[in-house]
């Protein structure tokens, strides 16, 4: 199994560009999760999915929209990229929400916008 | 002030020191995590918990609800133990998100 997978590993934007960054599980879990990772800060929910079919809006959801395409898929778009969304990007998933559940994190994508 | 705070947030130790992390958090919780982030970024989940004491190999990891805190101890510490440790809760009486400390940074001297 591999887990929790993301592409792209690194991206440069321009401002202004959009670009989505996929996420998938083979792990059949209903919970999907997007956060990012700023310097100094902790991990920040940006949206989540607490199962196939809906998505709800996290901690800093604004200049993001995310789809969940199937159970297995969660993608996060940029429509229009800013410097400030200049940061490392986590996707996570987790059999389902609650307290008894762990999170499985990929391995992060890297997104500088200039 | 954060709902997660943990402490040190930098922590450098010998080849085979005891160490201790702390947290602490300021709402109720349903469950705690400990997290690792590797050097290279990939996160993993090291415990989860709800009450008392977890131990996996040379990590142990205790809970006081009554105090709100929380701490990751490391016996005979090595360098590959090197990473950031993550301390999160996820808050009590709803499918509630996890809300995230910033992380000790921990490195390991030969």
């Known amino acids: 199994n591999a887990g929790v997978t993301q592409t792209p590993k690194f991206q440069v934007l321009k401002t202004g560009q959009s670009m989505t960054l996929q996420c998938a599980q083979d792990m059949n879990h209903n919970s999907m999760y997007w956060y990012r990772q700023d310097p100094g800060m902790g991990l920040r929910l940006i949206y989540y999915?607490?199962?196939?079919?809906?998505?709800d809006k996290g901690e800093v959801p604004n200049g993001y929209n995310v789809s969940r395409l199937n159970k297995r898929e969660f993608s996060l778009r940029l429509e229009s990229a800013a410097p400030s969304q200049t940061s490392v990007y986590f996707c996570?998933?987790?059999?389902?929400?609650?307290?008894?559940?762990?999170?499985?994190f990929g391995p992060g994508t890297r997104l500088t916008v200039t | 002030k954060n709902e997660v705070e943990q402490s040190p947030q930098n922590l450098t130790a010998q080849e085979g020191e005891f160490i201790t992390i702390n947290c602490s958090y300021s709402v109720g919780i349903s469950a705690l995590h400990w997290l690792q982030q590797h050097p290279g970024g990939g996160i993993v989940s090291l415990f989860m918990?709800?009450?008392g004491k977890k131990k996996h190999g040379r990590l142990i990891a205790t809970i006081n609800i009554q105090e709100k805190h929380s701490s990751l101890h490391i016996t005979a510490s090595h360098p590959r133990d090197s990473a950031v440790y993550i301390c999160?809760?996820?808050?009590?009486?709803?499918?509630?998100?996890?809300?995230f400390g910033k992380g000790t940074k921990l490195s390991v001297k030969p």
């Open positions: 918990l709800s009450s």
């Open positions: 999160a809760v996820r808050r009590g009486g709803s499918q509630g998100n996890l809300i």
């Open positions: 996570a998933s987790s059999e389902a929400m609650g307290a008894s559940y762990e999170q499985y």
């Open positions: 999915s607490a199962s196939e079919g809906t998505t």
